[in-house]
């Protein structure tokens, strides 16, 4: 079992940043890879990105390559996602999620999310 907490979320000008923060409780948190989706008012929650166990690798949706980057700290079972140039349709709520996969783009391939927490940017 894994529960997830997010934090880090606020407004922010466009071309800010933002570093959001998903804390997670669990023995076994180093064996799951870790993914950030969002999900803006009236659409689909999307892939933003994903960290294996290791956090030797990520992958990144085509929207946000560039300029956000996942890192995790296993000791501190801590995953963070740092936004840099933030655009207005980078508002939405973020959640963190795990999975037991070695990575997944879908909402499907998690097994644990966390409550998100909101993002919005201005113009």
């Known amino acids: 079992q894994v529960q997830l907490v997010e934090s880090g979320g606020g407004l922010v000008q466009a071309g800010g940043s933002l570093r959001l923060s998903c804390a997670a409780s669990?023995?076994?948190?180093?064996?799951?890879?870790m993914g950030w989706f969002r999900q803006a008012p009236g659409k689909v929650r999307d892939f933003v990105g994903v960290?294996?166990?290791?956090?030797?690798?990520?992958y990144y949706a085509s929207s946000v390559e560039g300029r956000f980057t996942i890192s995790r700290d296993n000791a501190k079972k801590m995953v963070y996602l740092q936004m840099n140039s933030l655009k207005p349709e980078d508002t939405a709520v973020y959640y963190c999620?795990?999975?037991?996969?070695?990575?997944?783009?879908?909402?499907?391939?998690?097994?644990?999310w966390g409550q998100g927490t909101q993002v919005t940017v201005s113009s």
């Open positions: 669990g023995r076994t948190f180093s064996s799951y890879a």
């Open positions: 960290i294996d166990w290791s956090g030797g690798n990520t």
């Open positions: 999620a795990a999975t037991r996969l070695l990575v997944a783009r879908t909402t499907e391939g998690y097994d644990y």
